[in-house]
Every structure is written in C-alpha cells, then in structure tokens.
C-alpha cells in the first residue's frame, strides 16, 4: 500500500513538474513489495459454536466483550460500530439500531433491526453511562488485545480477527437466502446499488427484509450453538415476519394473513 501510494504521489509530482524522476520507477518488480491479500477467513460452523461458548465463559468481564463479540455476528456490523454503541442509539421496544452518519464509514446513516436475540443480550446489560461497552460508561470500550486474548483461551479458535465475524456473517445470512444486495444494505456497504443520489433516501428501504434476514441469522446461529435443525427458510419470509412480531407484541396474527393470503 506505501509503495502504491508513493508511486502515484511521484507521478502527480511528474506531471506538476515539481520532480524530474519517479525514484520507484528503477524498481523491478519482482523486489516491489507485494500487495497485501484480501482476508478471505470465515469461522466454520464449529467454530462458531465454539466462538459462542467461549463469549460466554467471559460472562461480564472486560465490559462485556463477549456480548458484543455476539453482536458483531448477529448484526454483521463493523466492530466500531458495536463497539463503540451508545444506548441513545437503539430502540429496545421497536427492536431497532441507528448507526448516525458521524459513525459510518459510508457517512450516512444506517439503520439495522435487532434480532430477538440481540435485544435479550442488550437488555440484559446494566446501563451506566452513555455507551453500552464500556468500563465507566463516558468512553467506547478500547482493551480489544486483552479481551480477545481471554476470548482464544476459552473458544480455542485460530488465527481470527474480530472483522472475520462481519464476513462471516455475510455468508450466513446468504446462506439462509439473503441476496448479495440485501447483505450489503445489512452491513451498510456502499455499491452501485446503494450509492449515488438514491442512497440518501434508503434509510429504511427494505426494512422488513432486513428484519426477516437477521431474524434468520439469529436462528441459524442459535441453531449452530444448540445443535439443532432450522426451522425457518427464507422463501417463508411472510409468515416469518408474522411469527416474530407476535414474540415481539404479543399479537396474534391470523395464519392466513402470515402466510400473505386473503
């Protein structure tokens, strides 16, 4: 990446007429550094259990990083993003996260439903402070070395990163039948889809497809965890909704109205 950034900055500097050489030109290509792969690493199916099971060894140690080490997976999120969570952010009644633009990569604001599951882990915290990870709760959660090194000994996983849970997750939620576009407005990634005028204005565009796919991502977690089969598939996306709003409310919907019959 400096060597990439380097040349184009002697070449701009050419064109200017400020230098008279690129000094990186001399160099042979096979003694230029060589760029950097893409991490391609997603937790296996085991792993993630055990990523589970280990999260929760930690209990409420180091602000309870294995709440969010839960979160980052459920959600797909950036860990700045959970980690640096404020309870100003999140609606724990309507089930919902909004991430402002002042903390999104992309600038602009993201919205992002919460899973049955993720609202039991938030509501289950103490509140005492403006974020939700933190140890006196004025600043975000910052000991990630510390924390994520207790977090190896109990899970007993190699060579991961905390930003493996967000690709993990992507291919979860494809998995369980998301489109890859769906994924990225899950994630708040900027595309051809998503960018542009039209972005502006996708604020809660396809909410309730969100909604079905974290819904499905938290159960098919729960299911790796318990060691049970899934009882939901995407294509029931209807009748999926009606069955997590009435865990939500408490309503009562008809079978015919989840099912989208009249």
């Known amino acids: 990446a400096v060597y990439l950034a380097l040349s184009a900055f002697f070449e701009w500097c050419l064109g200017k007429h400020l230098v008279t050489i690129n000094p990186l030109r001399g160099i042979a290509k096979t003694e230029r550094p060589r760029p950097v792969a893409a991490r391609e690493r997603v937790l296996t199916d085991t792993e993630i259990k055990a990523l589970w099971k ?49 903390r999104m990569k992309s600038g602009r604001e993201h919205f992002v439903p919460l899973s049955n599951t993720a609202v039991d882990l938030l509501a289950g915290l103490k509140r005492q402070g403006e974020f939700i990870f933190s140890t ?22 190699n060579a991961w990163r905390l930003h493996d849970l967000r690709r993990t997750a992507a291919v979860l939620l494809q998995r369980g039948g998301a489109a890859p576009f769906l994924v990225e407005a899950i994630q708040g990634r900027i595309s051809g889809t998503f960018g542009g005028v039209a972005g502006v204005y996708q604020r809660y565009s ?57």
Do not use: H
């Not at 000991?143 to 109990?154: P, R, T």
């Not at 309730?208 to 796919?213: C, F, G, I, L, N």
């Not at 899934?230 to 409310?249: F, I």
């Open 136 to 157: 006196d709760g004025a600043v975000p959660f910052s000991g990630f070395s510390k924390a994520k090194s207790a977090l190896d000994k109990e899970c007993k996983v």
């Open 206 to 262: 396809y909410a309730d497809e969100k909604r079905v796919a974290l819904n499905k991502l938290s159960d098919d977690v729960n299911r790796l965890v318990q060691g049970t089969k899934a009882k939901v598939a995407m294509d029931s996306r209807t009748q999926y909704v009606g069955r997590e709003r009435e865990k939500r409310t408490g309503e009562v919907i008809p079978l015919k109205a989840k099912a989208g019959k009249t």
């Open 54 to 102: 280990g999260s929760e060894a930690l209990n409420d140690r180091y602000a309870n990083f294995g709440i969010g080490v839960k979160l980052l997976l459920l959600t797909g999120q950036r860990r700045d993003q959970v980690f640096g969570l404020r309870w100003a952010e999140i609606d724990l009644e309507r089930a919902e996260w909004v991430n402002p633009s002042g």
